[in-house]
């Protein structure tokens, strides 16, 4: 799975530098097509004269269809410009910002990748010491190439 949406740098120049970290279009879509089954199997199962099956497993199908949408349409881009001397994460799920942060490039003194097992996570580190999680943690692929893009922005300051 790991694969199919791995995270991208999708622009570099001496200037700007973006890093999208894609949604789960796989995941996304096996959680879709389980509630469309179900749906259908509701559907289709209270026509066929079966009294345990109605409504209620159609019900169950809404679960799923949430979970897929997350899944389908989450999306955090990261950008750091020179321009406005930021870096801007926003996270968003269905077109909405859930999370918006800023922080001056200045104040970024590194990035890497943290790794648990076969989940790995993009950071930054700040010059007070703390880090901020630019991805969460996943089994995407893209991570390393991302954390080098980040080092060689941060470099030509």
């Not at 077109?95 to 990035?111: D, K, L, P, Q, Y």
């Not at 991570?143 to 060689?152: C, D, G, L, P, S």
Request: glycine share 8%; proline share 3%; no cysteine.
């Amino acid at each position: 799975m790991a694969w199919l949406s791995p995270i991208r740098v999708v622009e570099q120049s001496s200037n700007r530098l973006v890093i999208v970290d894609p949604p789960y279009y796989l995941l996304g879509g096996i959680f879709l097509i389980a509630a469309i089954g179900l749906s259908f199997w509701g559907v289709f199962a209270k026509k066929s004269g079966n009294p345990a099956w109605d409504w209620r497993v159609s019900v169950l199908a809404i679960p799923f269809a949430l979970v897929g949408l997350v899944q389908l349409t989450g999306l955090t881009v990261v950008v750091f410009s020179r321009e406005t001397g930021k870096m801007v994460l926003d996270r968003r799920y269905a077109g909405i910002t859930v999370h918006h942060e800023e922080i001056a490039i200045e104040r970024i003194v590194g990035s890497g990748v943290a790794s648990n097992e076969n989940n790995h996570s993009l950071f930054v580190e700040l010059n007070s010491g703390e880090t901020r999680a630019l991805t969460g943690n996943s089994d995407r692929i893209g991570h390393n190439a991302a954390a080098a893009a980040i080092e060689r922005f941060l470099q030509r300051r």
